[in-house]
Nanobody, 124 residues
Framework: QVQLVESGGGLVQAGGSLGLSCAAS????????VAWFRQAPGKEREFVAS????????VYKDSVKGRFTISKDNAKNTVYLQMNSLKPEDTAVYYC?????????????????WGQGTQVTVSS
């Protein structure tokens, strides 16, 4: 059984940084893409970033380009999302998702496994 566990969320002031982690069990990240999504209260879930199985193909939501960085450590079976220059509009529950795509997708329905989410709150 595949389990994804996110960690690293919290409360930060605008302009600050947070680093999220997504650790997998029951599935290796070395052969599949992993993505981060987020959902703010009252809003639909939205794509944030994805990384391909090789780590060589990265896709970002336009509003986070230059501020967020997705990366992976296959040895630790963990994917990271480093978030810098955070803004209040980045406040949301952040979820990681994976499988079966190898390149990744911005569509949530193309991911089979999801974590439970971690709250990120950016105060102004």
């Amino acid at each position: 059984q595949v389990q994804l566990v996110e960690s690293g969320g919290g409360l930060v002031q605008a302009g600050g940084s947070l680093g999220l982690s997504c650790a997998a069990s029951g599935r290796t990240f070395s052969s599949v893409a992993v993505a981060w999504f987020r959902q703010a209260p009252g809003k639909e879930r939205e794509f944030v970033a994805s990384i391909s199985w090789s780590g060589g193909y990265l896709v970002y939501k336009d509003s986070v380009k230059g501020r967020f960085t997705i990366s992976k450590d296959n040895a630790k079976n963990t994917v990271y999302l480093q978030m810098n220059s955070l803004k209040p509009e980045d406040t949301a529950v952040y979820y990681c998702a994976t499988a079966p795509s190898r390149l990744g997708s911005i569509r949530g329905d193309e991911y089979r496994y999801w974590g439970q989410g971690t709250q990120v709150t950016v105060s102004s």
